[in-house]
């Protein structure tokens, strides 16, 4: 039993000094912080959903994804992305999804995204364009 616990203790021991050489080798890691509000009167977006995609070299989206929620006052936060490109996507009912990318380059940083309503869609077949010429 106790040789059991020994073995359980050396794996998790080398598992933690794996994971710290890992985060060693990607480089300085910063804490993102998001603030979504609309754009008409700055109130903040609940429930607005964060996708995190990191970029590639000329710019492609690199395989994986992270997803956060907003909360009541429109926040949402995540520690640990490595500095470079990070592609940001914003999606709640009601509103236009937005997209930008940002270039990660400190250890704190803050995001203000400003959602809009949708457009009004514009049709051929509406009638009000159906005015025939004198």
Do not use: C
Request: proline share 7%; hydrophobic share 35%.
């Amino acid at each position: 039993m106790k040789s059991n616990l020994s073995v359980l203790l050396v794996i998790a021991v080398v598992l933690a000094i794996g994971i710290a050489w890992a985060q060693d080798d990607q480089g300085p890691m910063s804490s993102v912080r998001f603030v979504v509000v609309r754009d008409t009167d700055g109130k903040p977006v609940r429930n607005a959903e964060v996708v995190l995609h990191p970029v590639k070299r000329k710019g492609k989206q690199a395989n994986g994804e992270m997803e956060l929620k907003t909360d009541a006052e429109g926040k949402a936060s995540i520690d640990g992305i490595p500095y470079g490109p990070l592609r940001v996507q914003v999606l709640a009912p009601h509103f236009q999804t937005f997209g930008e990318d940002y270039e990660i380059n400190k250890p704190e940083i803050e995001l203000t995204v400003k959602l809009k309503h949708p457009g009004d869609q514009y049709s051929i077949y509406d009638n009000h364009n159906d005015k025939k010429p004198q």
